[in-house]
């Protein structure tokens, strides 16, 4: 019992120190830093760091970059996926078969596969350093697992739902948006949270096709500071946590929702 | 039941983009795999299959890379599922307290990695590090280390990231499968005295098997996918020591422009993926027991 409840804290500490570092590193000076790493701020609490980060950079600019980025892309895949989960479900011959086979195939592409063609061919379509473009990408890219997870869902519904509202002279428009969306929420609600987390995250695509500041999300800004800032941890971690806030906190609201996104997206490879 | 012709109207914006930003550069990479393109000039040549020759033959640097993802998959796979496995049993039963370390446990994983590749360069940085600075502390100073600036153990460094990074996702998926298995299977193994390892023997472990299954085959994937994490800690350095396919693929064609030779490389992981997903699946399906 006590070994168990040793290992327990030993892991909460192996989470919780690093982060706290983290908090407090991004409220120190550098040379505190070097002096003590570890050690509490000895300023107190002190956010000079955050001021500093949105003078010197276009922080709210990447933030909003990533935020319109993230956005279209969740809602964009998600609407484009059930679509297509819902032809899939209803159609239930061999081209619907065919295109369920056609996009699970597409989890299986690594993206570095298809990178390199794609950079050419954002470049000749003039998509490079532009929110669409990643926008565009990121959609074709998470379709394949989004389609996935909604087609296993709505599979799982009673055909009679959708026949019976053919019966009384529905369309498949009106079927899909007042009966098969709402009936699929769970596994929207699922699928969102782990586009989110993807797309907010995300670093190759910005990193291959972003060069241009204005166009720059979070993740690739953050990992361009280390050349700027090097080794100045203060300055890398207040970037880690403006970075990082949305995310925590729609995690601390919406814990059981995220762990349910992400285990769905764990099924797939 | 006659479905109206509009259902195709669905398909239509999603296969379109699908096919256009991925399927179309998808099957582009296995052409250009036999040309030496360089990504810029619009000529090039077929060479054959002369690149899929030097991948195999003469590119040492590959060779090493190929060595390097299986050592980083191997730590991974294995004390990951562990540690998830072991912590998953911990904080089975739902009560305040493992609620709350479940969430605690998971947070990492919303993390991006370069968030985390920021934090874990810090604590494994040579002077700064609270890595190197609590061995002091206790004692233990010949265990000092340039943790990512020494070729012989930066990728075993990178692996214990990855793990700190994903395995409390591992963890949940072995939780929602523990939790799956009826109550009454433990009640019938207690009064039959079946001891502790005896009932985790017979009950857990086989209907546990197709988490585990999933667990696995998930954390494979993730970690020859891990391209950000080693992109940005250590760029595949020192001298190639944490080069794993990913980053190399990226290197060959953003850094050399042989975009010709890089699809080749790319061909060859998907290849690699391929297998290991379907080997996966086949045991998947093996696996499934029921009482």
Redesign the interface.
């Given at each position: 019992m006590f070994f168990?409840r040793f290992?327990?804290l030993i892991?909460?500490l192996?989470?919780?120190?690093?982060?706290l570092?983290?908090i407090l590193?991004s409220m120190k000076t550098l040379q505190e830093?070097?002096r003590s790493?570890?050690g509490f701020p000895e300023g107190g609490l002190q956010f000079e760091n955050y001021t500093a980060i949105f003078q010197e950079q276009t922080m709210a600019g990447y933030f909003i970059n990533s935020t319109i980025v993230t956005l279209f892309s969740v809602s964009l895949t998600l609407f484009?996926?059930s679509?297509?989960a819902?032809?899939i479900t209803?159609?239930n011959n061999w081209i619907g078969n065919f295109?369920f086979i056609?996009?699970t195939l597409?989890m299986?592409?690594?993206?570095?596969?298809?990178?390199?063609?794609?950079?050419?061919?954002m470049l000749n379509l003039g998509l490079t350093n532009s929110l669409l473009g990643l926008i565009?990408?990121n959609?074709?890219?998470t379709?394949?697992i989004a389609?996935f997870i909604l087609t296993g869902f709505m599979k799982t519904l009673p055909r009679e739902l959708f026949?019976a509202s053919?019966i009384d002279g529905a369309?498949?428009?009106k079927i899909?948006t007042k009966v098969a969306m709402p009936l699929s929420l769970p596994s929207l609600s699922a699928t969102a949270i782990f586009l989110f987390?993807m797309h907010?995250?995300d670093?190759?695509y910005p990193l291959?096709f972003i060069t241009d500041n204005a166009y720059k999300t979070?993740?690739l800004a953050?990992?361009e500071f280390?050349g700027e800032y090097s080794?100045n941890?203060p300055m890398?971690?207040t970037g880690?946590i403006i970075?990082?806030a949305p995310?925590?906190i729609a995690?601390v609201f919406l814990?059981r929702y995220?762990?349910a996104g992400?285990?769905a997206g764990?099924?797939?490879? | 039941m006659k479905i109206s012709k509009s259902i195709y109207f669905f398909f239509l914006p999603g296969v379109l983009l699908y096919a256009i930003f991925f399927i179309y550069p998808t099957i582009s990479a296995l052409f250009y795999s036999f040309t030496d393109w360089d990504g810029l000039s619009s000529s090039f040549q077929f060479v054959g299959i002369d690149n899929y020759e030097r991948a195999f033959t003469g590119d040492t640097i590959f060779r090493k890379t190929i060595g390097n993802n299986l050592k980083f998959m191997l730590v991974v796979v294995v004390f990951q599922t562990l540690v998830a496995l072991a912590f998953a049993l911990i904080v089975l039963k739902n009560t305040k307290t493992t609620i709350f370390l479940r969430a605690l446990y998971f947070f990492p994983t919303i993390l991006s990695s370069v968030s985390v590749a920021f934090i874990w360069s810090f604590i494994y940085d040579p002077s700064l590090g609270i890595l190197n600075q609590t061995l002091e502390l206790v004692g233990l100073d010949f265990l000092r280390q340039n943790w990512l600036g020494n070729a012989n153990i930066a990728i075993y460094s990178l692996a214990i990231t990855q793990i700190w990074f994903h395995a409390g996702q591992m963890l949940i998926i072995f939780v929602a499968g523990l939790q799956a298995i009826p109550e009454d299977l433990y009640e019938v193994a207690k009064i039959e005295g079946a001891t502790k390892w005896q009932t985790f023997r017979k009950v857990t472990w086989p209907l546990l098997a197709p988490s585990a299954t999933i667990v696995v085959a998930y954390t494979t994937i993730q970690s020859f996918k891990a391209f950000d994490l080693v992109f940005a800690m250590t760029g595949g350095g020192p001298n190639n020591s944490t080069q794993i396919v990913a980053t190399y693929i990226f290197d060959i064609a953003f850094r050399s422009y042989q975009f010709g030779y890089a699809s080749s490389i790319s061909v060859i992981f998907m290849v690699i993926i391929a297998i290991i997903t379907f080997l996966q699946f086949k045991a998947l399906r093996s696996d499934r027991i029921s009482y």
């Open positions: 168990r290992s327990l892991y909460a192996l989470i919780l120190v690093p982060l570092i983290v590193t830093t070097f790493p570890l484009f996926a679509m297509i819902y032809g209803r159609l295109l056609l996009f597409g299986m592409v690594p993206a570095q596969v298809s990178m390199i063609p794609l950079y050419s061919l565009l990408v959609i074709s890219t379709l394949p389609v026949e053919t369309g498949n428009w899909y987390v907010w995250n670093l190759l291959l979070l993740p953050l990992l280390q080794t941890y890398l971690f880690v970075a990082s995310m925590v995690y814990q995220f762990v992400m285990t764990a099924v797939k490879g | -």
